[in-house]
């Protein structure tokens, strides 16, 4: 089966089928709702929920929810939207309501770095030197200076490798109050201290990043490291409006929930791309779903929501071996790869070590203690997961964000010159075995963190644009353990490639206004690119899916959406049927 455009994959029971005709009329009513809600709505059981409303709507529908005896749980004033929980046999009555634009599930969320592992921790190791020098930073951890880093996770312990670092702490599972700095799991701890740990404990031996960050620690997790999507959607928004009083400039969000609806309809991804819009760096994990369950192969469609988010620095997890040297480097087996599940999307943006990683970590969190009561001692632990590679290249982003500061004062680099950075930048990773396009395995490489930073050094975003902005030249070749690795010099932007002089020229597509994915924002020296993409040989990764079993692709047109199994199945949609099911459509390059 040959294809000619970007896949991506789904099951028909992820969809809404179409309405008979006599149920026309109240179907067309019907608000939108993601598969869990649909599933629980089906079933008549009670659930969890984030309702949207329309503009205008929000005293109206709060008035009725009191009359039925509900009492939200907040109020999300960004995206328009009360989470509440419903009894059963009350869904129908909501999505019915005129004022309800949207149902999505209040899907549990869950830390992206649970697989752990034990190693014998000694101050100063070379395995922790090592990962400074795959990334080409100088063997003593330094900088961030001024840069505040949001980590929206299970809460920061005031470990002493943290001490004086922690300048804001809210838990938002109580409600978004102000507190004192905790973590009863030990996740947000651990990706703390990869951002921004001192190495105090350990004589500077497992140093964050960059160590001088300021930590805003927002916690939606519990002692078991799970929380609401509802938690996680008030922690972003609250930073949105926060980010100029308490300095926020990146979040960090190393966890997530399988994709239950398209990126425009789920609320997470809508925060995402709101933060971004105001300016904030939104560094997401991609997920631990790198095969699907029982698999002993990689799977695909597998990136967790709000990975999916299209303005995201979205980051899976590369595995060094403990080598600074990158000729051994791989995609770790259970890092999640793209594309995007109801969209398409090219994802994870970039990869980051993220495996076997050592960072700061009470002895009373639930995560320290569950793995090995003999483990490490010092207040170190060791883990795994795309939790971690996010905790990297969010300390990396700081020192990007820093280096521009300090040589161009107050002219910032915009969230997707961040992005684009990193992605032209990168090292590629050697490829395993696989009939899939590699950038849906690793996205534009592995992170390279020496030359992301000489590249917010030399690019003058006050250039106009269409004119060169890099104020010296760059040489797109990083030395790292003493050989010269090329980048990759190729930026994903939606579900197409970018070449040519994208990078040496401002162009619009680099401020946080422009969709990604939408090429008419470029000029006509850039070149557009997806032929790397097209799969002569799909059926031999198609079945090998995270989320279902079933295959979305596109005419060889590459505006028709084909959904389901199969022709026969009558929730397949071809060619311009499509607008009788708008929720299986994804537009044409936008977000």
Not at 428 to 454: C, D, H, M, Y
Not at 517 to 540: E, P, Q, R
């Amino acid at each position: 089966m040959k294809m000619t455009a970007v896949f991506c994959v789904a099951a028909v029971s992820l969809l809404t089928g179409v309405p008979t005709a006599d149920a026309g009329a109240r179907a067309a009513r019907r608000a939108q709702m993601d598969r869990q809600v649909s599933a629980a709505h089906d079933t008549g059981q009670p659930a969890r929920v984030i309702i949207k409303y329309r503009a205008g709507a929000t005293t109206a529908l709060r008035q009725r929810m009191r009359s039925r005896g509900l009492m939200p749980k907040a109020h999300h004033r960004q995206a328009g939207a009360f989470s509440v929980a419903l009894a059963a046999g009350e869904l129908s009555r909501w999505a019915n309501d005129p004022d309800v634009t949207g149902i999505s599930a209040d899907a549990v969320i869950e830390s992206h770095g649970r697989h752990s592992v034990w190693k014998t921790l000694t101050p100063g190791a070379a395995d922790a030197q090592s990962l400074r020098r795959t990334l080409g930073l100088p063997a003593i951890a330094q900088g961030g200076r001024g840069v505040g880093v949001a980590v929206i996770d299970s809460g920061i312990a005031p470990m002493p490798d943290l001490s004086g670092r922690i300048t804001a702490f809210y838990d938002f599972t109580a409600g978004g109050i102000p507190a004192i700095p905790s973590d009863a799991y030990g996740h947000g701890t651990h990706v703390a201290g990869l951002i921004a740990g001192s190495g105090l404990l350990s004589m500077g031996g497992y140093a964050g990043i960059a160590p001088d960050v300021r930590l805003i620690g927002l916690k939606v997790l519990d002692a078991k490291g799970q929380g609401y999507a509802s938690h996680a959607l008030a922690a972003i928004e609250f930073a949105t409006d926060n980010r100029a009083t308490l300095g926020i400039d990146v979040i960090n969000l190393s966890l997530g929930h399988p994709v239950l609806e398209p990126a425009a309809e789920d609320p997470l991804v809508q925060a995402v791309e709101r933060a971004t819009a105001a300016g904030i760096v939104v560094v997401v994990s991609a997920g631990n779903f790198g095969k699907r369950p029982g698999g002993t192969t990689a799977g695909y469609a597998g990136i967790a929501s709000p990975g999916n988010a299209p303005s995201a620095v979205t980051v899976g997890a590369l595995q060094t071996r403990d080598t600074a040297g990158r000729h051994d480097d791989s995609v770790a087996p259970y890092s999640s790869r793209g594309p995007t599940w109801y969209d398409g999307q090219i994802k994870p943006d970039v990869l980051a070590p993220g495996h076997g990683l050592i960072a700061t970590m009470s002895p009373t969190a639930t995560l320290y203690r569950s793995n090995n009561s003999a483990g490490p001692a010092g207040g170190y632990a060791a883990l795994n997961g795309t939790s971690m590679a996010a905790a990297v290249t969010s300390g990396v982003v700081a020192l990007m964000i820093e280096a521009r500061r300090l040589d161009h004062g107050a002219a910032p680099l915009t969230p997707n010159t961040v992005k684009m950075a990193l992605q032209y930048t990168a090292i590629a990773v050697a490829r395993q075995e696989s009939a899939a396009p590699r950038q849906l395995e690793q996205g534009a490489g592995g992170l390279n963190a020496a030359a992301a930073i000489e590249v917010a050094r030399a690019i003058d975003p006050l250039a106009p644009v269409g004119e060169h902005w890099l104020a010296y030249g760059v040489t797109a070749v990083t030395p790292i353990d003493g050989v010269p690795e090329p980048w990759t010099q190729q930026v994903i932007w939606g579900d197409r490639l970018v070449w040519g002089e994208s990078f040496s020229r401002q162009q619009h597509g680099w401020t946080s206004s422009v969709t990604w994915g939408d090429v008419t924002t470029w000029s006509s020296d850039v070149v557009i690119d997806a032929s790397s993409l097209v799969v002569s040989t799909f059926g031999a990764w198609s079945t090998d899916i995270v989320w279902g079993a079933g295959l979305v692709g596109a005419s060889s047109d590459a505006e028709h959406v084909v959904w389901g199994n199969s022709a026969e199945d009558e929730h397949v949609v071809w060619g311009n049927s499509v607008e009788d099911q708008p929720r299986t459509t994804r537009a044409k390059g936008k977000k």
